[in-house]
């Protein structure tokens, strides 16, 4: 006799689903959805003078360059690893495939908080050794010497 409850492929997904969704709407559509707010209040002349502030267009134009400086660069150096990897056997190949394939499986954040943990800190960072440099500096602490 067959249940009334459907087997599902993947056990969990609904929860999964709901928890993903949840993230996904406080990290990307609450702070989207307070700017546009925010420029709901504001007219096209206001807007308008903020997009087009030197800061913002100096912004813009770093953004661009930047963006499109990575995009030739990763084009043409994929471009030749693509080729080099499908054409031609050499010793340590396997190893160069896995470390192309590497950012599809690893977030870029991950290594970059992992090497910041274990690498030493700079001076003047907090640590737990130097209780001095941990020291919360107000506006008090700041005008006069410890």
Request: with cysteine; net charge positive.
């Given at each position: 006799m067959p249940s009334s409850r459907s087997k599902h492929l993947l056990?969990?997904?609904?929860?999964?689903?709901?928890?993903?969704l949840f993230y996904i709407t406080l990290i990307i559509l609450l702070p989207i959805a307070a700017m546009l707010l925010k420029l709901a209040g504001m007219?096209?002349?206001?807007?308008?003078r903020i997009v087009s502030s030197?800061?913002?267009?100096a912004?813009?134009?770093?953004?661009?360059?930047?963006?499109?400086?990575?995009?030739?660069?990763n084009g043409?150096?994929?471009?030749?690893?693509a080729f080099v990897?499908?054409?031609y056997r050499f010793p340590g190949?396997?190893?160069?495939?896995?470390l192309v394939d590497?950012?599809?499986?690893?977030?870029?954040?991950s290594p970059g908080w992992s090497w910041s943990r274990c690498s030493p800190r700079p001076a003047g960072m907090a640590s737990s050794s130097n209780p001095a440099a941990s020291r919360s500096i107000t506006p008090s602490s700041a005008s006069s010497p410890p």
């Open positions: 056990p969990g997904f609904g929860l999964t689903m709901g928890i993903s007219g096209w002349p206001e807007f308008w030197p800061r913002a267009v912004a813009y134009r770093i953004t661009f360059t930047s963006a499109l400086c990575a995009t030739v660069l043409l150096i994929g471009l030749l690893l990897l499908t054409r190949r396997r190893v160069l495939d896995a590497l950012p599809f499986a690893l977030p870029p954040p």
